[in-house]
């Protein structure tokens, strides 16, 4: 089925710059939106950025100035541009593709790539 693999963490000083790429392979159904999630010990996972077949985007408010996606439905790549990177910022990012169709809708995780900002 869907595999997501990302690169690209690492780690930077506040105030930096990652390009975060998710390579997709297997069969990506049209609607499907690719997306960029976080998550750090102890709290939730929250929505980054995620982007349609159409190229329409959402952002994070925190995010929304700083980081910019691009590729989805219907590529093989997702980049998460990712820039004026604070501490606020770290955390395990993970690259989601949100699968409509087949029914049922479902989601497909990458393992993650770890991004650090330090202060």
């Known amino acids: 089925q869907v595999q997501l693999v990302e690169s690209g963490g690492g780690l930077v000083q506040t105030g930096g710059s990652l390009r975060l790429s998710c390579v997709a392979s297997?069969?990506?159904?049209?609607?499907?939106?690719m997306g960029w999630y976080r998550q750090v010990p102890g709290k939730q996972r929250e929505l980054v950025a995620t982007?349609?077949?159409?190229?329409?985007?959402n952002y994070a408010a925190d995010v929304k100035d700083r980081f910019i996606i691009s590729g989805g439905s219907g590529t093989k790549t997702v980049v998460l541009q990712m820039n004026s990177l604070k501490p606020e910022d770290t955390a395990v990012y993970y690259c989601?593709?949100?699968?409509?169709?087949?029914?049922?809708?479902?989601?497909?995780w990458g393992q993650g790539t770890q991004v650090t900002v330090s202060s």
């Open positions: 989601n593709a949100f699968m409509v169709y087949p029914l049922p809708a479902r989601d497909y």
């Open positions: 982007i349609g077949e159409r190229g329409d985007t």
């Open positions: 297997g069969e990506i159904s049209r609607g499907t939106y």
